[in-house]
């Protein structure tokens, strides 16, 4: 029997794909636009060939959901122009807008949970202190190549890649944005791992093998 698509993830799909629609009407820069949303060009088509194979956890779908409307935000008005970042910085008396740094807590935050499931589903890593590890690990790997990407894209673009870079003046940028990928992706294995479990657990997907499809119980 083929697994269905779950409703949240038909639902969230429909709904990325019209905030994707919107983020891109008049953004502040359509190149800094493109360069922050580039990664849900990638994630939605391989979340939709996946879905039936391989569907991940509703609580994964719903938080990667989260995390594309922080980059759309991000690209519409680029990151340090988010109205929330201001109204943040007023409240908490910063001298710089942090809405970049929300984006790089959850790009630890979200992968570290994308990895956690694919090791534990797939049976890649066995004990509950090294699975937390190396899920950490993965996430400071895919922090360290995106900083890469901001670099090489600082050299190709030019002038033209500060408003993607969002450094703002800040010299240890590179090294903060890391920082924050990191908290993020602890925080996600200390606040969420037990309803994960608990996810995995009840999706209960057997891996298709000599042919057979997916089922769920």
């Known amino acids: 029997m083929q697994l269905q698509r779950t ?3 038909l639902t969230g799909s429909a709904a990325l ?7 891109g009407i008049h953004p502040f820069d359509r190149t800094t636009w493109v360069l922050e949303v580039f990664p849900i060009f990638i994630a939605l088509p391989v979340l939709w060939a996946t879905c039936r194979r391989f569907p991940l956890t509703n609580l994964l779908y719903a938080l990667v959901f989260v995390h594309a409307v ?8 680029s990151y340090a122009r988010v109205p929330l970042g201001f109204e943040i910085a007023d409240l908490l008396h910063l001298h710089r807008n942090p809405y970049d740094k929300i984006g790089h807590f959850f790009q630890g935050f979200v992968p570290a949970l ?8 797939g049976g890649y890593v066995r004990g509950r202190k090294m699975l937390t590890f190396l899920s950490v690990c993965v996430v400071l790997a895919i922090s360290a190549s995106y900083e890469l990407i901001e670099w090489a894209s600082a050299v190709a673009l030019g002038q033209g890649a500060d408003e993607f870079l969002g450094t703002q003046g800040d010299p240890w940028d590179t090294q903060s944005d890391m920082l924050f990928a990191l908290i993020g992706g602890i925080a996600a294995m200390l606040g969420l791992s037990r309803i994960h479990d608990d996810q995995i657990h009840r999706l209960r997907v057997v891996t298709p093998q000599a042919g057979m499809e997916p089922t769920e119980h």
Do not use: T
């Open 17 to 23: 794909m019209m905030l994707l629609v919107f983020s």
């Open 70 to 77: 922080v980059l759309m935000a991000g690209g519409h008005y």
């Open 7 to 9: 409703p949240i993830f």
């Open 114 to 121: 994308v990895v956690r499931e694919i090791f534990i589903r």
